[in-house]
């Protein structure tokens, strides 16, 4: 399906369920002048990164990790300041509440992550997680109270699938529980040692019409908005995401004996796979993105013909059918692959997956007019990356607003986004749920 097609469409069903029809029309409350402290988002930003440096000085606060656990009471402490008396779901999302004038309303929800990818920057998530806080201490300090109940939530284990909004959204299997994390602990021993219970998920469930709203303050993580010199990005829809371990056998032996022509070499067969996966994502138009992001060569000695090699393999993109087709044109140039190298090569989907998502029109509409209320530039475009946002768009309206990354550098130490952006992002947070409510 071409990716208009597929947005018109989905998006037709999206629009029925949407309550916002009398959107920013009372938008001057006393709200309308309030604004967030910059100079706090920031300098939360760099104490929360002190969580999780590791012995070679590399950010490694990985989901739940005990850097992870650590930043995540710190944040709590904040929270608990702040008078959100958070408290920790069975799948460990961390969820504060403040109440608003009408209690028979459905909160409006926003939040983020606040663990990282490892090597990770100090961005990714944080951004919105503090931001969602300064939201609250504004309104605080100055004694406004919203007509909705507001809800902050910080989601257990993004990085990792998502875990903890897809658990709360769609719930996980039990094969998604027992899958390892990049912590070594399975997802379900992760969710325990973040005081979560992972024998009891379906009481973190939430169901179509729990939240008003969902919105998520995130750093755009590619560089369109700096080029562009766009200070505020309105997201329409984030990828899907799919995995696959893939395993390429072939016969370990002697390097100095064993005559090229005699070879099972697994390495040089996965290495003929890698440049496979580039061309075939590469040979249809589109986003499509495909990685092969992780290598494990066994035995793996100067003096071994390689054995076997296990590969991570990634496809994304905004539709699941192209997820899909793309894929089974990679099995068939692993069969060719495989045939010539006398290797065997085969596929493991898994468990965790992404589906994409759209995100809600009128919220859309609600995050542009509000930035350009304030002032400031806009673009409408799509999430390369994954967000929990992408399955709170099953049970809510929901949408996102992105800041610019500098040089586009993401899920690495080199991310950055400017006080400036980071305090603008803020704002038309702030503002948009105003507005909202
Ligand atoms: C999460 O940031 C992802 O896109 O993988
Ligand atoms: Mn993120
Ligand atoms: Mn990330």
Not at 414 to 424: G, I, P, Q, W
């Amino acid at each position: 399906m071409q990716r208009r097609n597929f947005i018109k469409q989905s998006s037709l069903t999206i629009i029925g369920m949407s309550a916002f029809g009398s959107l920013l029309s009372n938008n001057k409350k006393a709200g309308a002048t309030l604004s967030v402290n910059g100079k706090r988002i920031e300098s939360r930003i760099f104490e929360l990164a002190k969580f999780g440096v590791d012995e070679k000085g590399r950010g490694y606060r990985v989901a739940y990790t005990k850097s992870d656990i650590e930043g995540r009471a710190w944040f709590m402490e904040l929270m608990k300041k702040a008078g959100l008396n958070p408290t920790i779901d069975t799948a460990g999302n961390i969820i504060g509440k403040r109440k608003g004038k009408n209690a028979s309303l459905k909160p409006i929800g926003f939040g983020s992550h606040i663990d990282m990818v490892p090597d990770g920057g100090n961005y990714d998530g944080t951004l919105g997680s503090i931001s969602a806080l300064e939201v609250i201490e504004i309104l605080n300090e100055n004694n406004v109270v919203t007509e909705h109940p507001l809800e902050v939530i910080i989601f257990a284990n993004e990085e990792g699938g998502t875990i903890g909004s897809k658990a709360m959204c769609e719930g996980l299997t039990k094969e998604g529980l027992q899958q390892k994390s990049q912590s070594g602990l399975t997802h379900a021993e992760g969710i325990k040692a973040l005081d979560g219970n992972p024998d009891n998920l379906e009481s973190c469930k939430r169901n179509k019409g729990d939240f008003y709203a969902w919105l998520e303050l995130h750093i755009e993580q590619g560089g369109i908005l700096e080029k562009e010199n766009i200070q505020i990005g309105v997201v329409e829809g984030i990828v899907g995401i799919v995995h696959w371990e893939v395993t390429v056998e072939g016969f370990a032996n002697h390097a100095g004996a064993t005559q090229m022509n005699m070879r099972q070499d697994a390495l040089l067969a996965a290495s003929k796979f890698i440049i496979a996966v580039n061309e075939v994502i590469t040979s249809v138009k589109g986003t499509q993105v495909g990685t092969v992001g992780k290598i494990n060569v066994q035995p793996g000695a100067y003096n071994v013909i390689p054995g076997k090699v296990v590969l991570g393999l990634e496809i994304r993109d905004l539709d699941a059918a192209k997820i899909e087709i793309l894929f089974k044109e990679i099995e068939k140039r692993a069969a060719i692959i495989a045939k010539e190298s006398k290797t065997k090569i085969s596929f493991e989907r898994q468990p965790n997956e992404s589906k994409p998502a759209l995100t809600d029109k009128k919220l859309q509409q609600a995050i542009n007019t509000t930035a350009k209320s304030l002032g400031f530039s806009t673009k409408f475009m799509q999430s390369g990356a994954g967000h929990d946002s992408q399955h709170i768009a099953k049970i809510a309206p929901a949408a996102m607003i992105f800041i610019p990354s500098i040089g586009g550098f993401s899920h690495s130490p080199k991310e950055f986004s400017t006080a400036t952006d980071m305090e603008n992002g803020a704002n038309v947070l702030l503002q948009t749920i105003l507005n909202l409510d």
